[in-house]
């Protein structure tokens, strides 16, 4: 059983379509904030730069093994596009990231989105959560915890392998 990973999605707050083409002058001014890349590196991407990369992102993994989903973040109170939450799904492991930006940081929303994602991959049979976090974010750490996944030893790039069951029921 694999998920699908073109639901849309809703959580309390939350409206959480999956990102297209159609989303990139919205997502483009929401994550514009250079501080968002402290940990990873880069800039912000341009409109047209995430035209492309959602293009390519609806089009799906070209490995046959592999299935990609990734849903922006729609304040149901405004509209407002506030960021993203996406999943790599790979043999019953799903790997998780979440982007929030920066004028909307600190209210739970990437907690409530990232729940609502793992809620829905673990009803589609995925048994494994997993995220790479770099050691210095605290706020990502601190959505991580919440999903309850923890860190492992493991390192890849500088980033910590944070790692949990994940089983209906069990987000947090």
């Given at each position: 059983?694999?998920?699908?990973?073109?639901?849309?999605?809703?959580?309390?707050?939350?409206?959480?379509?999956?990102?297209?083409?159609?989303?990139?002058?919205?997502?483009?001014?929401?994550?514009?904030?250079?501080?968002?890349?402290?940990?990873?590196?880069?800039?912000?991407?341009?409109?047209?730069?995430?035209?492309?990369?959602?293009t390519r992102l609806a089009a799906g993994s070209p490995d046959p093994a592999e299935a990609w989903g990734n849903w922006?973040?729609?304040?149901?109170?405004?509209?407002?596009?506030?960021?993203?939450?996406?999943?790599?799904?790979?043999?019953?492991?799903?790997e998780l990231a979440w982007v929030i930006g920066t004028p909307w940081q600190g209210r739970g929303l990437a907690t409530?989105?990232?729940?609502?994602?793992?809620?829905?991959?673990?009803?589609?049979?995925?048994?494994?959560?997993?995220?790479?976090?770099?050691?210095?974010?605290?706020?990502?750490?601190?959505?991580a915890r919440a999903l309850g996944l923890r860190p492992t030893p493991n390192t890849q790039d500088g980033e910590v392998?944070?790692?949990?069951?994940?089983?209906?029921?069990?987000?947090?």
């Amino acid at each position: 059983m694999r998920p699908d990973l073109t639901a849309p999605l809703r959580s309390p707050r939350l409206d959480l379509p999956p990102i297209g083409p159609e989303h990139a002058e919205a997502m483009a001014a929401a994550l514009a904030d250079p501080a968002l890349h402290a940990f990873t590196g880069g800039r912000p991407a341009t409109a047209d730069e995430l035209r492309a990369r959602y293009t390519r992102l609806a089009a799906g993994s070209p490995d046959p093994a592999e299935a990609w989903g990734n849903w922006a973040l729609r304040l149901r109170a405004d509209g407002a596009l506030a960021g993203y939450v996406q999943a790599t799904v790979r043999a019953g492991t799903a790997e998780l990231a979440w982007v929030i930006g920066t004028p909307w940081q600190g209210r739970g929303l990437a907690t409530e989105a990232a729940r609502a994602l793992l809620a829905h991959l673990t009803a589609g049979g995925v048994t494994t959560a997993v995220a790479h976090i770099h050691p210095e974010h605290h706020a990502s750490a601190a959505v991580a915890r919440a999903l309850g996944l923890r860190p492992t030893p493991n390192t890849q790039d500088g980033e910590v392998r944070w790692e949990a069951a994940a089983a209906p029921g069990t987000t947090g």
